[in-house]
């Protein structure tokens, strides 16, 4: 793919998820995510937008690794999406979101992660000094105040199973109080990538337990979509592109 330009898309693709680059400061222990990818530059980006643009997707995901680590500047890309017409989302740990994130023009969803409401369940699968908990629920907040729109991410492991109940009342009530919630992404746990591949038998659980867990979720119509997603690494509106061999790469 010369240039950084991509193959012609599957027509059902609706959204481009990017991996920015492999990097991540934390250690989940259900990461599915590969390191054999390379970080995509500044020019394979942009030209990676025209080509998206051309082939008619305009809604972007902006991810990684952890998309606020690349080193091209992220916030530059995505005022890049916008000027392109793209609805820009970004899918982060938020650990590393700037002072006045909250209020970021060129951002229009925020995709967060949270696989328990209880923090010592939470931050046993999603590792990080100091605990990530508290760092999601501020920001969740943050983002709530200031009347931004944003997804939420959990991946269905055997340790948070029983969580998902808590879980949805706490995001039921924040939607309640005002919160703009797009959707709840509910993740099936892989024996997959850079932590997944060696934690199955630990965190792994059956399609018919996790599709109980999500019906369990559904119940309640708490005011915003709750998607089963059994592959996270395959999705029928979703494109997945990637930097590797000098080129770029599709997937999905």
Not at 117 to 145: F, S
């Amino acid at each position: 793919m010369p240039g950084g330009l991509l193959p012609a898309l599957d027509p059902r693709k609706r959204i481009a998820a990017v991996y920015l680059l492999p990097d991540c400061d934390m250690a989940c222990t259900f990461c599915g995510s590969e390191t054999n990818f390379a970080v995509m530059s500044r020019p394979q980006a942009e030209a990676m937008l025209v080509a998206l643009k051309d082939q008619g997707i305009l809604n972007v995901v902006l991810g990684g690794g952890e998309p606020f680590l690349w080193p091209h500047g992220l916030l530059e890309l995505a005022q890049t999406a916008k000027g392109l017409g793209f609805t820009v989302q970004v899918c982060t740990n938020g650990i590393h979101l700037p002072e006045g994130f909250e209020g970021l023009p060129m951002l229009d969803r925020f995709i967060l992660p949270l696989e328990a409401l209880d923090p010592a369940v939470h931050d046993q699968l999603r590792r990080h000094t100091g605990g990530h908990h508290a760092v999601v629920l501020d920001r969740l907040h943050a983002l709530a105040r200031a009347g931004r729109e944003i997804t939420i991410s959990t991946v269905v492991t055997r340790e948070n199973l029983g969580e998902l109940p808590a879980l949805a009342a706490f995001l039921g009530g924040l939607k309640a109080a005002g919160a703009r919630i797009h959707a709840w992404h509910l993740y099936r746990f892989l024996t997959v990538g850079r932590a997944g591949a060696r934690n199955g038998d630990r965190l792994g659980t059956s399609f018919e337990t996790f599709s109980a867990a999500v019906e369990g979720a559904r119940k309640v119509d708490l005011g915003f979509p709750v998607y089963r997603r059994s592959d996270m690494l395959h999705a029928s509106s979703v494109a997945y592109v990637w930097a590797e061999g000098g080129g770029l790469k599709v997937g999905g």
